[in-house]
């Protein structure tokens, strides 16, 4: 289903993202002219590369933290520490998509954050019942161009009510939503950043759409 008539939907939820306040380049304690990858990355290369590949996209790793942690506070120390990472392991960036890195350093810290410091709140696929584990990776064929009852639901929702919709799906669902509606990337990149094929990350996305109509429709 391509959600042309809902973005305007989904996108109010992500405009004006919010940076966190206190996202700065780490000062971490590392030694100069650590040998990696066959070269020397000394501590002022270390800074220059996070400076150009991850620091530029700290607002979105903020929403996303956000999304996933459920709160500002959290999603601020989520970021700090996906920083750190980030600085620690600029040298692994393989130089195709600085967006997708960032927000996959973003993503797993989150869930590191969450297991360590409330791991009631996260649902993995395996914690999914049955029949929701088999519906998640069965095909997904819905992204229709075409309008329909369901994509004017979408669009009619009010930013609070979808907002609402989107905290209430767990994790699987509610991170491809995020990263599709309101970060706009493509399969390749979700699945990169999920860890997931991307006929799985296709299937979730369909799935999570029609648990928002079925939240939206007994909100309305």
């Not at 150009?52 to 500002?72: D, K, M, S, V, Y």
Request: glycine fraction near 6%.
């Amino acid at each position: 289903m391509n959600l042309t008539q809902s973005r305007v939907s989904f996108m109010e939820l992500g405009t004006s993202p919010q940076r966190p306040r206190n996202t700065t380049m780490p000062h971490a304690a590392i030694g100069d002219g650590e040998a990696t990858a066959g070269r020397t990355v000394d501590e002022a290369e270390r800074r220059r590369l996070f400076n150009e590949i991850f620091l530029p996209h700290t607002a979105q790793a903020f929403r996303l933290a956000r999304w996933l942690a459920g709160n500002a506070a959290d999603a601020e120390d989520i970021v700090q520490e996906a920083s750190l990472r980030a600085f620690r392991g600029i040298q692994n960036f393989g130089g195709i998509n600085a967006k997708a890195w960032a927000l996959t350093v973003t993503r797993n810290t989150a869930y590191s954050w969450l297991l360590k410091n409330r791991s009631t709140a996260v649902v993995f696929t395996e914690d999914l019942d049955k029949g929701e584990q088999d519906r998640l990776e069965q095909p997904g064929n819905n992204e229709r161009n075409v309008s329909t009852p369901e994509t004017i639901l979408l669009a009619r929702a009010d930013a609070e009510s979808m907002r609402s919709a989107i905290a209430a799906l767990p994790a699987p669902f509610r991170e491809v939503i995020v990263l599709r509606e309101l970060h706009e990337l493509n399969y390749r990149d979700i699945a990169e950043i999920t860890g997931a094929p991307i006929g799985t990350v296709m299937s979730r996305l369909a799935r999570a759409r029609e648990m928002l109509l079925h939240a939206l429709r007994s909100s309305s």
